[in-house]
Structure formats: C-alpha cells, structure tokens
C-alpha cells in the first residue's frame, strides 16, 4: 500500500494532491478493522487518543467499506499520522474491509483538525489557512496593522471584533482575488512579526 502521512491535526491529502518532499511510504502488511461512520468521521477529522493496548505504536487500516485510512500512533495509543490510500490501494482496502465484522475502538477526541474544503487546490489551501492565521496574529499581537488592512479593505466597522468577523466572513468560502490580495499584502515585510 502507499500512503501520504500528515498529522494528526493536518487534513487528509488525496492522491492527485501529493507532493514531491511530502511523506509518502510504502507498506507491505496492514491490519484492517472495520468500524461505524461515526468513528470513521472522528478519525478523519479528529485528534484522537485511543485506549486499546494492541493499537499503540502501531500502523493499522480502519474503514467503513466505502472509505479507509492509514493510521499511525504512538506507544501511547495518541493518533500521530493518517494518510488516506492512493487510488490503487483504495478498492482492495474497502473490499477487505467491508468483509470484516464491525469493531469497537475505545478512543476519546480531543481536538479537531483541520476540516477540509473540497474544491480548492492543495496551494490555496495553504493560502487561505496562512491568511486566516495571520488576521488572528494580527489581530491579537499588532492591531495597528490589523486597522490598516481593514482600512485597505474598506472594512469601516464600528467595534474591533466587528471588523475582526466582517473580514473573516469575507475569506471565509471559497478562494477568490480576495485571497490573492490578501496573501500578497500579507506577506510583505511589514507584516512579519517584529
């Protein structure tokens, strides 16, 4: 099987998005499990710990039948990599998986990762989370550089967590000119932490 590993806080890549430099791996032997949807979506999108003693520091499979994931953890049972299967891989491991009894993974979620939006490339992706973390630097560690990307905007609300939400509702869907702009003026010198 190949697979792609991100962290566990990172959103799944699939296969028309790898990269050269990403962590892609070859694996001969997996362990499958099959488990409900609600799991499945709790591994997906969730940082997880889970408290089954034979899947610590382990590599295994879990699916539904219809979707799988490569999951990588620790010695302590907490999820350090998933990686969904390329598109070779990705029939064989749900015909294997929907022929396998339901399994009951003891875990508990505590954290999201990120939650990914379909239709945007892998690059504008990165863009946008860049963007969104920059407002929120800016807004909390230089708001004189946060009033003046509102003003550049043309963003004129009254309260500063008005104009925090109004730009933030702005990039919110999609990727437009808007992102481009902002990623441009975002990563100019004078926005770079002092």
């Given at each position: 099987m190949i697979v792609n590993w991100v962290k566990e806080d990172e959103e799944l890549l699939e296969p028309y998005e790898w990269a050269h430099g990403d962590d892609i791996e070859i694996i001969s032997t997996l362990s499958c499990y099959k488990v409900?949807?609600?799991t499945l979506h709790d591994f997906i999108y969730g940082c997880l710990h889970i408290f089954e003693p034979s899947l610590c520091q382990k590599v295994f499979a879990i699916g539904d039948g219809n979707y799988a994931l490569a999951i990588e953890t620790d010695i302590n049972g907490k999820v350090c990599y998933r990686s969904v299967f390329d598109f070779c891989d990705r029939d064989?491991?749900?015909k294997k998986i929907m022929s396998l009894a339901l399994k009951d993974i003891p875990y508990q979620m505590y954290d999201e990762g990120?939650?990914?939006e379909y239709g945007l490339t892998r690059n504008e992706r990165l863009k946008k989370q860049y963007i969104e973390q920059k407002i929120d630097e800016l807004y909390i560690e230089d708001y004189e550089a946060f009033l003046k990307l509102c003003y550049q905007l043309n963003i004129q609300d009254e309260q500063s967590i008005q104009k925090y939400n109004?730009?933030?509702n702005k990039i919110?869907?999609?990727f437009s000119f808007i992102h481009e702009v902002l990623f441009h003026?975002?990563?100019k010198k004078e926005y770079?932490?002092?």
């Open positions: 409900d949807k609600q064989k491991m749900n990120e939650m990914k109004h730009l933030k919110e869907k999609g003026e975002l990563t770079k932490k002092k």
